[in-house]
């Protein structure tokens, strides 16, 4: 189940231990990148042996590549140390640890690259890190999945992050995805479902929502909404942050930090005043994959987008979920350019079936493009096979 609880072990397992109440982190991706000085903490496994558990699973070995940077009360240690990628501790478990040859000054932090997929390799993109921290009764929709891990693929997309105290399976889920702009939900299936924010070649319409078998609800369009320029934080210092998470992440958290000033949007600046919003990353730590998250962010947010809440009194959108397209009318609204918002596509972010009335809620946000559309929206500009060019105009009746 999703809302159960990930439990990280802790030193209690080890009689020798320091303290017996701190956790084991687990550790995904290149820990080292934009790292000026530890991101996680190592506990004391044997006060005698001077052992420090690194991570609670096995860790890239440095023949594989790895680096290993430790440091003691915030130095880089000058201290001899050897590190074992897998060693197996007192639980019978395997674990990666840091033997010192004599007593280090505590505390003890590390940076390094983190956990293995079955082929000894690395684990860098989202979508695998989330398959590997879920349970083996989870059930995925493979079709996202494939598409999202390409999507993260084609964007560069590169996940680094440690899990440092026990939560749920939801919440890490959502920390991963919100991380690099996506979203996921269980469908009707009852498969879990994966969707990075993309720039969508050809839209999947999944339903059309008639004019005559439906009933707008209400239209919205914040000016808070708006975000034309986003300082991101990103390569997160574990070390720094509370054993407690009682003031949770700050910004002095963040070995690294962009004030969005090369990628805000200027018109819509001169329109409505700098919006600017920051941004956490939690979940990388590389420079290219953080500019290109806030980039897409700013396109994203930089103009006020369209909200509407429809009533469909039609069984026919029945097989619709959350996250798919929809062709919609809202012929009384108009987008940034004046166009009646006729034959929109829009994304359901929230959908409630009532199979009793045989009625269907939802909550669209407007994608900005109109059917058929691509980020060309058929302008003309472009050929079919035979040379004859795309219209340039929306298909009026669709949603008669």
């Known amino acids: 189940m999703l809302t159960d609880l990930y439990t990280l072990p802790t030193t209690a397992n080890y009689p020798n231990a320091a303290q017996q109440n701190d956790v084991l982190p687990v550790l995904y991706g290149d ?11 190592c506990p004391c496994l044997y006060v005698d042996a001077h052992i420090y558990g690194i991570a609670a699973h096995e860790i890239l070995s440095a023949g594989a590549g790895n680096e290993f940077y430790v440091y003691e009360n915030g130095v880089l240690t000058e201290k001899s140390y050897e590190v074992n990628p897998a060693y197996t501790g ?8 840091v033997t010192f040859l004599e007593a280090p000054d505590e505390p003890v932090s590390i940076a390094c690259k983190g956990k293995l997929d079955a082929d000894g390799n690395l684990i860098t993109n989202p979508v695998d890190v989330i398959i ?31 899990i440092v105290q026990d939560t749920t399976f939801a919440v890490l889920l959502t920390q991963i995805m919100s991380t ?39 239209a919205t369009r914040r ?13 997160v210092a574990f070390v720094t942050i509370d054993k407690r998470f009682s003031k949770g992440f700050r910004a002095d958290n963040y070995y690294m930090t962009d004030d969005g000033d090369s990628t805000k ?16 990353l939690n979940w990388t730590r590389n420079t290219t994959a953080a500019q290109v998250i806030q980039a897409r962010a700013v396109e994203k947010f930089a103009n006020p987008i369209w909200l509407v809440d429809i009533t469909g009194h039609s069984p026919y959108n029945m097989m619709v979920e959350k996250g798919d397209f929809v062709v919609f009318d809202c012929p009384f609204l108009r987008d940034e350019s004046g166009e009646k918002l006729q034959a929109q596509i829009g994304r359901v972010i929230e959908i409630e079936k009532d199979l009793d009335n045989l009625t269907i809620s939802y909550k669209l946000q407007d994608t900005g493009r109109f059917f058929p559309a691509s980020p060309i929206q058929y302008n003309g ?20």
């Open 381 to 400: 500009d472009h050929t079919y096979g035979d040379g004859s060019y795309y219209g340039g105009q929306r298909f009026r009746d669709v949603t008669a």
């Open 31 to 41: 820990l080292t990148e934009n790292s000026g000085g530890g991101v996680t903490n």
């Open 223 to 235: 000016l808070e909404n708006i975000a034309n320029q986003i300082q991101v934080n990103y390569a």
């Open 265 to 280: 949007d200027i018109a819509s600046q001169n329109v409505y005043g700098t919006r600017l919003a920051p941004l956490e």
């Open 90 to 97: 007192d639980a019978g478990d395997v674990i990666a640890i």
């Open 132 to 162: 590997d921290l879920l349970t083996d009764d989870t059930t995925f929709d493979p079709t996202t999945v494939a598409k999202a891990r390409q999507t993260a693929d084609d964007l560069g997309y590169t996940c680094a992050g440690a």
């Open 180 to 218: 690099f702009l996506g979203d996921w939900y269980i469908n009707g299936d009852k498969a879990l479902v994966l969707a990075f924010d993309s720039e969508e070649t050809i839209y999947q319409v999944s339903g059309f929502l008639k004019r005559s078998r439906c009933e707008w609800q209400r």
